[in-house]
Every structure is written in C-alpha cells, then in structure tokens.
C-alpha cells in the first residue's frame, strides 16, 4: 500500500521560530511536492522536487525553503514563520509526470503561527 | 490569471441528478488532467485522468476535455449523498511537468 507521511498532523509555532515539516515517501517516487490548501484558494504549489538535491519554486515559495537529500524525504523549512503562514501544508509525491500518473497525499499538516 | 481556474461553488444537486464540475486551464502546452476528490478533512485522492481530447468514462464519472477550448468537465451521474465532496481540477503545467491545482469546487448532493 502506498504511503505518504508527513512527520505532524498538528503545530503550533511561535513567530520567528525556524520551523521544518517533514515528508516521507515510501514509493521510491521521483517527484516531491509541497502545497499549502487555503479556503477558497485550493491547493497552491511552494516547491517541488523532480530530483534527489533537484528543486523547483512553485507559486508561492516566498518564505519557505525545501532540503531534499534522500530520494525518500522531502522538507519543507519555514525560515522565520510568520502569521501568514497558518495553514493547512499537503506533501505529495508521484512517479515522473507523464499523462497517468497520480500523486499520492500524506494526511497534511496544519500549521498555526501564534 | 490563475493557471487553473474552478467555480468555487456550493454547486448543489439532488439525490440521482447529473452533477457537472467544470475547469479551464491557461497553458496550452498542459498535455494532462486530473480531478481529484477531497473530503473534508482529508487529502485529496485521485479520481481520474484525461489526455486525450473527448469524454473518459469510469463507472458513474466522465471526464471531458477540449484542448481547443482549455476546458475540462467531470460529471458524475447518479449523484449520491456520499459524492459530497471538494473536487479539484489539476493540470501538468511547465518545463518541468508541476501538478498544478484549481482552487477546487465544493458539491453537495442532497437527498
């Protein structure tokens, strides 16, 4: 069975904190992603990974960085977490992108900044 | 422009009636579709694909795509009480192939 986990289901940080939420894949997936899903914005792409130490900004990536050192594990490091970085995080993983692949979901991790 | 753009909803059907979720998408270079469905509380899960341009039939959901008109449908027929969902449109976009997603639209099937 395939299995995306993803290190917490709940957070609580404080503003300023350097906070790292954590992904891991057990499907030998090449790709990695990393979403933030916000009322009425649906799912929005801050990184992915196409490769081991390979990343790419997505939409959003203001704020965040990713480490990507095992094929296995994918980070998601919030640099200085602010108020605007509540949300509900979804880590996401899929083989090489091509018309039928899907991509498999941990169960996300919602964050709040106090 | 949004990449890909939903109806946020509620779109709101009865028990048994056709329900239609439509997506349209900017990059014409977008070569695949997706629709996943998400409960609340829980991550989304894929329903079906589409690449190829006409309707994809898997039990009660078709997929339609039209590459000319950048539009992707999903109907779900017999609609039940437990298709009540969020269902997101997601498309393959850029040189290196990002899954990129719609902001979703909420359906609600009432008995």
């Known amino acids: 069975d395939v299995k995306v986990t993803q290190s917490s289901r709940y957070l609580v940080k404080r503003t300023g904190e350097k906070v790292f939420l954590e992904c891991v894949q057990d499907?030998?997936?090449?790709?990695m992603f990393w979403y933030r899903q916000d009322p009425g914005l649906g799912l929005r792409l801050i990184y992915f990974?196409?490769?081991?130490?390979?990343?790419e900004k997505g939409d959003i990536p203001e704020g965040y960085s990713v480490s990507r050192e095992k094929k296995e594990r994918f980070s998601l490091i919030l640099e200085s977490a602010s108020t605007n970085q509540t949300s509900m995080y979804l880590c996401?993983?899929?083989?090489?992108?091509?018309?039928?692949?899907?991509?498999?979901f941990g169960q996300g991790t919602r964050l709040t900044v106090v | 422009q949004k990449e890909v753009e939903q109806n946020s909803g509620p779109l709101s059907v009865p028990e048994g009636a056709i329900a239609s979720l439509n997506c349209t998408y900017s990059?014409?270079?977008?070569?695949?579709f997706f629709w996943y469905r998400q409960y609340s509380g829980k991550s989304p899960e894929l329903i079906m694909f589409?690449?190829?341009?006409g309707d994809k039939e898997d039990g009660r959901f078709t997929a339609q795509l039209n590459k000319a008109s950048q539009y992707v449908s999903l109907l779900i027929r017999d609609s039940q009480p437990s298709d009540s969902a969020t269902y997101l449109c997601?498309?393959?976009?850029?040189?290196?192939?990002?899954?990129?997603f719609g902001a979703g639209t909420r359906l609600a099937v009432h008995p």
């Open positions: 589409i690449y190829s341009n």
């Open positions: 990974s196409y490769d081991v130490k390979m990343k």
């Open positions: 499907m030998d997936h090449e790709n």
């Open positions: 990059d014409r270079g977008s070569q695949s």
């Open positions: 997601a498309a393959i976009s850029g040189g290196y192939n990002k899954l990129i």
């Open positions: 996401a993983s899929s083989p090489p992108q091509t018309g039928d692949t899907e991509a498999f």
